[in-house]
């Protein structure tokens, strides 16, 4: 079959009649009626490897279209995505040059900012690296909701709130998009779990998957216009997201209005005219059997012409944004401006980095430090998979620490660097480095307590990094990777235990991936910062903050809760689930004689009640609440003010810092809803959300927050409407969502219906 693609794709190439139309933004609708059937169908399918004659792409390159050269139509470059550009590993070029690009933060530390402008700069950064590399849309951002703490793929998500994934998506969205490149939100939707994710099937009533899964891609798509939007591998209800015609046509292109493209998540041969016919415009990563399926169909009548060409006048659509096309003689440099972005790494990292807990240690000036866990010498800057980036170095902990006047415990650094070059040959030599999709996490190294006793009486202070990754295609475990292990919780009790015990001070840095339990272990060490994956500049970005160079203010975009088993639906969830083989997305649970649930298909029985909107409703105690963050000042709240203009909430508070030192407060504005006729709502929920500036002391600066009135709505599934009842709200400002700083009433003296059409309900 594909040596069949190469033939009719050179055939294209070769062919140059001058009495084609040439493609121009204006005349799209000229050159899909020149098309023959067979060239439509071709350009609706993508591939991504080498034709002759083609640019295959630099090596790790997601997908490209088929270019017609006849009628002016270029390839376009689709890259992953979407922490930086994929490339893969050590790739050299025919000179031997490598060629690298910027880890920059991941989705979570960036949607920890709670600040719009950190996922904008993140975005210009990750723009421009994407024209660099001679690509012309950046597979990203990923923004699937958190609905729990164990999907592979959390640390590329931004939250287990829809405004703010919604709202840092489009900032990205909008960034990446003014640096000439295009970007793809993903993945829509209902792809919450990694676990047999090519055929899951993601079950839920219409209200929470319009409250939840949808309302994000909705607000997002209200902020910014994404070029492309990638439909999730998963089924939602019954029927995968990029055969839905409700989905894809319904909900997407009429209620929420979307006019870009949509490609597929890269699935390859699924049933491609039913998928044309349903909304998907773009199929990837192509293979020519999808072609002649799309011919055969509109043969036999099953697939409309008209649906081929609503396909290809949106992959035209693309192809006239791009730079491909717009800049033809464009000659990427491929090698992008990595000093400049590696200062804005630094910078952005640090703020989304969440302070956990600090009861004095910090902000910590340079002392004898006694350096403890693996990731302190090797960081793990990001997760695997798509995101995988193959940057040109990891700024150490140990190393920036060293930049920043420490001195360390020259013994256990040396044992602690032996042991990670170490696991890294054992790593290389057992093949267990993939150059596409990162490697493995390392295991921690058992340090006794002689060695403990001893690195004290050398040290001032002791810090402890603990690490946590993963990735595409694979969830994680809960006893293996949520929990601590053994070897990490003897290192905790024994250093806290004899640094403690001379009066000396334990920092842990988490490195992590995504929520792991802190419940057991958190009132042992002095202060906790949640670093997660910071990018390739994680060790300053970390230091920045340890030093007080940056005042913390990130701030949880997901609940920490006590237990796993706390959290909703925590059984509706592949939480143990460990497969045999290398790649647990290709699952086939019934000729394994497994238990279908939460493979086949995962009920998502908590419903609207997952992360904040379960706990607050349900009084439930966490270990840190959504919105949860320390600062090394303090601020207070005043002037609250609210009242409905029009059909928009306009709102303000007055944040003062009241401590010694500059910081910024993220503010969140929560609603409290009547119950109108629903006979149940969650407690509170966030509506919006903003950052103040940095203030100095006793500086104080007004946020403004303001929202549609339509946002006060909940989805009635049985009417299939939005409906804002009338009554008393309350709004509270605040970011963590259980301590608002200040309230008010708002009143709404009339109620609303906005109507939804009728689409995807459970069968
Ligand atoms: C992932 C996408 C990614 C695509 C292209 C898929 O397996 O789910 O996120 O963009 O591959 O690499």
Request: charged share 20%; glycine share 10%; net charge negative.
């Amino acid at each position: 079959m594909r040596a069949k693609a190469l033939f009719l794709g050179c055939i294209f190439l070769a062919a140059s009649l001058s009495a084609q139309p040439k493609l121009s933004k204006d005349n799209i609708p000229a050159v899909v009626k020149a098309m023959s059937a067979e060239e439509k169908a071709l350009l609706v399918v993508g591939f991504n490897g080498a034709c002759e004659g083609y640019d295959p792409g630099l090596p790790g390159t997601g997908g490209l279209t088929h270019p017609f050269p006849k009628y002016g139509i270029p390839s376009v470059v689709m890259m992953d995505g979407p922490v930086g550009v994929r490339l893969e590993a050590d790739w050299h070029d025919g000179r031997g040059e490598a060629h690298f690009t910027t880890c920059f933060p991941t989705g979570l530390l960036t949607a920890a900012s709670w600040d719009r402008g950190i996922a904008y700069q993140i975005g210009h950064g990750i723009g421009e690296e994407t024209l660099d590399m001679g690509a012309d849309v950046i597979l990203g951002p990923g923004m699937n909701l958190l609905r729990n703490p164990l999907n592979g793929r959390n640390f590329e998500y931004f939250s287990e709130d829809p405004v703010l994934s919604g709202s840092i998506a489009a900032a990205y969205i909008n960034s990446v998009q003014e640096t000439g490149a295009g970007t793809s939100a993903k993945h829509f939707a209902a792809n919450s779990q990694e676990t047999n994710r090519l055929d899951g099937d993601s079950r839920m009533d219409t209200r929470t998957l319009r409250e939840l899964y949808t309302r994000g891609f909705e607000i997002c798509l209200r902020e910014s216009a994404p070029w492309t939007i990638m439909a999730s591998y998963n089924l939602l209800n019954g029927i995968y997201t990029q055969e839905s015609h409700d989905f894809l046509t319904k909900i997407l292109r009429k209620d929420f209005g979307y006019e870009g493209l949509v490609v597929t998540d890269w699935t390859g041969k699924r049933n491609t005219p039913l998928q044309v016919h349903a909304g998907s415009d773009l199929f990837m990563g192509g293979v020519y059997s999808q072609t002649e399926h799309i011919l055969a169909s509109l043969e036999d009548g099953s697939l409309r012409m008209k649906d081929l060409d609503r396909a290809a006048t949106k992959v035209l659509e693309l192809v006239v944004k791009s730079v491909s096309f717009q800049r033809p003689d464009f000659e990427p440099p491929l090698q992008p401006d990595l000093e400049a972005h590696a200062a804005l790494v630094r910078s952005t990292a640090a703020e989304g980095m969440v302070l956990l807990k600090n009861n004095g240690a910090l902000p910590l000036k340079p002392a004898r430090t006694a350096l403890f866990g693996v990731h302190s010498y090797d960081l793990i800057p990001g997760g695997n998979g798509a995101a995988f980036v193959s940057c040109p170095y990891v700024i150490q902990v140990n190393e920036a620490l060293k930049e920043a006047g420490f001195s360390l415990d020259s013994g256990l650094e040396r044992l602690y660097k032996g042991y990670a070059s170490f696991a890294d040959a054992d790593l290389t030599l057992n093949h267990k480095i993939n150059v596409h999709v990162g490697k493995p996490q390392k295991g921690e190294l058992e340090i006794t307590r002689h060695l403990i006793e001893k690195a004290e009486k050398e040290a001032d202070v002791a810090i402890i990094t603990l690490g946590r990754t993963s990735g595409e295609a694979r969830d994680r475990i809960l006893g293996k990777e949520f929990l601590l292990q053994e070897d990490e919780v003897n290192l905790l009790e024994n250093v806290c235990e004899v640094f403690q015990a001379a009066g000396k001070k334990v920092v842990v840095v988490l490195n992590i991936c995504g929520v792991v339990e802190t419940a057991s272990w958190n009132y042992l060490p002095d202060a906790i910062l949640c670093a997660w994956l910071p990018g390739e500049e994680g060790g300053h970005s970390i230091v920045d903050v340890l030093t007080g160079k940056v005042n913390p203010s990130g701030r949880l975009p997901m609940t920490f809760p006590l237990d796993y088993f706390d959290i909703a639906g925590a059984e509706d969830f592949p939480y143990n689930f460990v497969s045999d083989k290398a790649n647990e997305s290709v699952v086939h649970p019934e000729r394994r004689g497994l238990d279908p649930k939460n493979l086949n298909y995962t009920d998502y029985t908590e419903g609207i009640y997952v992360g904040y909107r379960h706990f607050l409703t349900r009084g439930l105690d966490v270990a840190y609440p959504f919105g949860y963050g320390l600062s090394y000042t303090s601020f207070a709240y005043s002037e609250p003010v609210v009242r409905q203009k029009g059909d928009r909430i306009m709102a303000s508070v007055k944040v003062t810092n009241t401590g010694s030192v500059a910081g910024k407060e993220a503010v969140g504005l929560y609603v409290h809803a009547p119950l109108g006729s629903f006979a149940d709502k969650p407690e509170r929920e966030l509506r919006a959300f903003g950052k103040t500036r940095l203030l100095q002391p006793g500086e104080s600066q007004v946020v403004d927050l303001s929202f549609p009135v339509r946002d006060l709505a909940s989805f009635n599934s049985a009417l299939s409407r939005w409906e804002t009842a009338k009554g008393t709200y309350t709004v509270y400002f605040g970011a963590d969502c259980r301590q608002p700083a200040a309230s008010l009433p708002l009143k709404l003296a009339k109620g609303k219906n906005y109507p939804a059409t009728r689409a995807c309900e459970p069968r």
